[in-house]
Nanobody, 126 residues
Framework: QVQLVESGGGLVQAGGSLRLSCAAS????????MGWFRQAPGKKREFVAA????????YYTDSVKGRFTISRDNVKNTVYLQMNSLKPEDTAVYYC???????????????????WGQGTQVTVSS
């Protein structure tokens, strides 16, 4: 089993920045492909960013390209999501996700995830 614990959410004004963290435990972190998804009120959960455990490939949904950066620290067993130039439409609960033993496909979907965190709220005010 893998446990994922997110932190770093909060309230920020439009144009501001936040950094989300997700600490993983339970399996060798370097064998986990890590990602972030989000769910806005009344909407389905959607993919945001993902980073494979091998090859260094990263993927982003179009709406966050150039603003968000996913990174991982294999020593701290933590994945980060740096979010800059935040917009009100980024408001959502952000979930950390992990896939064990396989990389994400180029079209990352939530069905590929084996484990989920509890979520952290990000609210961007206009």
């Amino acid at each position: 089993q893998v446990q994922l614990v997110e932190s770093g959410g909060g309230l920020v004004q439009a144009g501001g920045s936040l950094r989300l963290s997700c600490a993983a435990s339970g399996r060798t972190f370097s064998s986990l492909a890590m990602g972030w998804f989000r769910q806005a009120p009344g909407k389905k959960r959607e993919f945001v960013a993902a980073k494979n455990w091998s090859g260094g490939y990263t993927y982003y949904t179009d709406s966050v390209k150039g603003r968000f950066t996913i990174s991982r620290d294999n020593v701290k067993n933590t994945v980060y999501l740096q979010m800059n130039s935040l917009k009100p439409e980024d408001t959502a609960v952000y979930y950390c996700a992990a896939r064990y033993g396989s990389n994400w496909s180029p079209r990352v979907s939530e069905s590929e995830s084996d484990y989920w965190g509890q979520g952290t709220q990000v609210t961007v005010s206009s």
